[in-house]
Structures are given as C-alpha cells and as structure tokens.
C-alpha cells in the first residue's frame, strides 16, 4: 500500500510569509507525528495527533506553528510569518497507534525561507 | 544531557568489515527501541526493532542492555550499500520517539 506522503517536495518562501505543509498518513495509522530536521542537526519533535484526540503541541517552537489534522488522517502544519531559521526539512510520520510499535516517515518537506 | 546520544562518526569500514555502534539513552523509563537508516537527503526508514533479548536480521545484529542504558547496532560484512546515517530511537510510555543525531557510515571499495 501507499507509504506517508507530504506536499509540497520543495518549499522555498520569502521571509514574513506563511506557509502549509500537508501530510497524509498510511490509512489506518492512528498516530501522526510532525518533527523537523535541521542540516546537520537531530530529529526535533514537533506535535503528534492520535485519532481525534486534542494534539500534543509541547514540542513547537513557538506560537508562529500550529498544525491540524482533519478527520483524524491528512494534516497541515501551518508556519506564519516565517523567519530564516525556520528553514529545514519537515518530517511526518504515522504509526498504527499511540505507541504502538515503529513509525513510517514520509519523504519530507525541504522548507528554505530566504 | 540529551536524551539519546550517539557517536557522529564518521565511522569509514572497508567492505567485508564488521562495524559496530552504540547508542546511550538517559530515561531509565524508555520502553521501546529502535535502529533507522536515513540515506543522504532521504527519509528515514526503519531497519529494525530492538528487543530485550536482542534480535537479528541477516547481516544486522541489535542488542540492548538496560542496565547500562544502551543498545547497539552490529553490521557484519559491510556493503558499499550500508553507507548512511545510522539513528536509534527511544519510546518512553509516552508518544514521542526522541532520536540521536546519528552515526554515520562510509564503507569504502
């Protein structure tokens, strides 16, 4: 079956504007993770979601992020006013349940903000 | 102190070479362990689980020992194709995985 996807691959934005990344989870998946990777840098979560359940938002950096997720399947994460440091890759990954064993990773969204 | 910390390398094999790394972890609470491989620019994608009695997968040994806190990840008879970033990943009772920054391998002709 499909694999987690995200749109878009590339996204290169202008500082001040505010960008959508999307992320569609295995069907069946449960549990949606957002982290981010930064050149040379870890794995830095971000937010999970399970089912319909309120997300977990401890991980954002700041209140300039903030994600949803429709229907308990595809999700947007949503950065406003972008700023250079934001610029990294953001990484979705979904997992059949809360703690429930490995996670499946989506290819990625490479955001540059100039 | 990070939660899980791993040796950056780079670690640079020849082919045929047995290769071994270590990844520490400081929650004593962590349940669930992982080994992924994430190749330059990619994703990362899961090469194994850890468990408590350690496993095997052909040329890819993993083992963790709780009393010290660690698990490790054996690759015998490196491959040109085993070249990556090696991350370990741990599950607390939470929901998160917190990864290492990743060791990377080079295995060289």
């Known amino acids: 079956g499909a694999g987690v996807s995200q749109s878009p691959s590339n996204k290169v934005t202008e500082k001040g504007k505010d960008v959508e990344l999307r992320c569609d989870p295995i069907s069946g998946h449960t549990a949606l993770y957002w982290y981010r990777q930064s050149l040379g840098q870890g794995l830095e979560f971000l937010i999970y979601?399970?089912?319909?359940?309120?997300?977990?938002k401890s991980g954002l950096p700041s209140d300039r992020f903030s994600a949803e997720r429709t229907g308990g399947s595809v999700s947007t994460l949503t950065i406003q006013r972008t700023q250079q440091e934001d610029s990294a890759v953001y990484l979705c990954?979904?997992?059949?349940?809360?703690?429930?064993?490995?996670?499946?990773f989506g290819p990625g969204t490479r955001l540059t903000v100039l | 102190r990070k939660e899980v910390e791993q040796d950056p390398g780079p670690f640079n094999v020849p082919e045929g070479a047995t290769v071994a790394f270590n990844c520490t972890y400081s929650n004593s609470a962590s349940q669930s362990f992982f080994w992924y491989r994430q190749d330059c620019r990619k994703e990362p994608k899961l090469l194994m689980s850890v468990y408590s009695s350690g496993n095997e997968d052909g040329r890819f040994t993993a083992q963790l020992n709780r009393a010290s806190q660690y698990i490790s990840l054996l690759i015998r008879d490196s491959k040109l194709s085993d070249s990556a970033t090696y991350l370990c990943g741990t599950q607390d009772s939470g929901y998160a995985l917190n990864f290492g920054k990743g060791t990377s391998l080079l295995v060289t002709p």
């Open positions: 979601f399970q089912g319909n359940s309120a997300p977990d």
């Open positions: 990954a979904s997992s059949p349940g809360l703690g429930a064993g490995a996670w499946f």
